[in-house]
């Protein structure tokens, strides 16, 4: 019985001493060297050729435009945020965390809002929670009453477009954001902030 030809990645043996040629290259037992090079070229050949029919209706090459049918984006489909959390693809909100005491901010408030309405909020040290570089948190006073957001020791917690550093006081109903700009180094911005 003759072998079938291996002129493409599709023909080749799952089991080894089927795979004695490629292409019309002996690569038997004792076959001359020139034949080992060869057969490894074809090879490298076959496979770019395979993988590029395989994969081109779905991924593009370098610099490419994605194409084709993505589903279920809304309802099941995530990536996760540089601390961990899951989140959907093309989510365009700010989901609130209800804090009703003294709370300290953590990896997966990155992208939410705390909304605070007793004991205030701490913005701890790099030591104790590495966030990343960048990494923005909203909180809102849910509160007729202000909130401290506490700068934890080394921290430096800047009031954006002032010299001003350090803890900050949040008004009633009011409304900020903080982003880390440096290891231990924030900056805050809002309405009702001092």
């Known amino acids: 019985m003759m072998a079938m030809a291996k002129n493409s990645v599709n023909d080749w043996d799952t089991v080894p001493a089927n ?8 690569l038997a037992e004792g076959c001359p060297a020139a034949g080992i ?22 991924l593009p090459l ?8 993505l589903t279920d984006m809304g309802a099941g489909s995530t990536i996760k945020d540089p601390g ?12 609130s965390v209800a804090k009703t005491s ?10 939410e809002c ?21 990494d923005a948190i909203s909180i809102y006073n849910n509160s007729a009453s202000s909130q401290t957001i506490t700068a934890a020791a080394g921290v430096t917690l800047r ?24 290891v231990d180094e924030w900056v ?6 001092s």
């Open 19 to 26: 795979n004695t040629e490629i292409a019309g290259i002996n």
């Open 37 to 58: 090079n060869n057969a490894i070229r074809e090879v490298m050949a076959q496979l770019k050729t395979y993988f590029g029919t395989l994969l081109a209706p779905y």
């Open 62 to 69: 370098s610099g490419g435009a994605m194409t084709g049918a």
């Open 84 to 95: 961990g959390t899951a989140r959907k693809i093309g989510y365009r909100n700010i989901p």
């Open 102 to 111: 003294a709370y300290v901010l953590a990896l997966n408030d990155v992208g």
């Open 114 to 134: 705390i909304d605070i309405t007793t004991g205030g909020v701490t913005v701890p040290a790099n030591a104790a929670v590495a966030f990343g570089i960048g």
């Open 159 to 182: 009031l954006a477009g002032t010299a001003t550093s350090g803890s900050r006081t949040l008004g009633q109903r009011g409304w900020m954001t903080l982003r880390k700009v440096s």
């Open 188 to 193: 805050s911005s809002g309405s009702g902030l």
